[in-house]
Nanobody, 123 residues
Framework: VQLQASGGGLVQAGGSLRLSCACP????????MGWFRRTPGKEREFVAR????????AYADTVKGRFTISRDNAKNTVYLQMNTLKPEDTAVYYC?????????????????WGQGTLVTVSS
């Protein structure tokens, strides 16, 4: 399954970006999805997740109140709206398809991963 993440770029602190993740197969609409990020020298960390229907979402404490995950199953796409960005949000962001209709914060809950999109926040 090929996931295509897009929307990354360079933004000043306090700015906003919206990431998109398109999935060409029904697998995405049948499963929960999530966003993770990785910075050099660190493990991939959980950012946000959303259930298959969109009725349940969860966020890392570091992004709660600033980021919003959503999905459009008709378009097989999941989004991550990122507001009030901080330099510490700089990372490569990955979208992922979970193994079930709900997921957890653990990378082991996910079966397919996108190639990542770089977000750079300047101070």
């Amino acid at each position: 399954v090929q996931l295509q993440a897009s929307g990354g770029g360079l933004v000043q602190a306090g700015g906003s970006l919206r990431l998109s993740c398109a999935c060409p197969k029904r697998t995405c609409t049948n499963n929960a999805m999530g966003w993770f990020r990785r910075t050099p020298g660190k493990e991939r960390e959980f950012v946000a997740r959303i259930s298959r229907s969109g009725d349940s979402t969860a966020y890392a404490d570091t992004v709660k109140g600033r980021f919003t995950i959503s999905r459009d199953n008709a378009k097989n796409t999941v989004y991550l709206q990122m507001n009030t960005l901080k330099p510490e949000d700089t990372a490569v962001y990955y979208c992922a398809v979970a193994r079930g209709v709900y997921s957890s914060d653990s990378v082991t809950s996910y079966q397919y991963w996108g190639q990542g999109t770089l977000v750079t926040v300047s101070s």
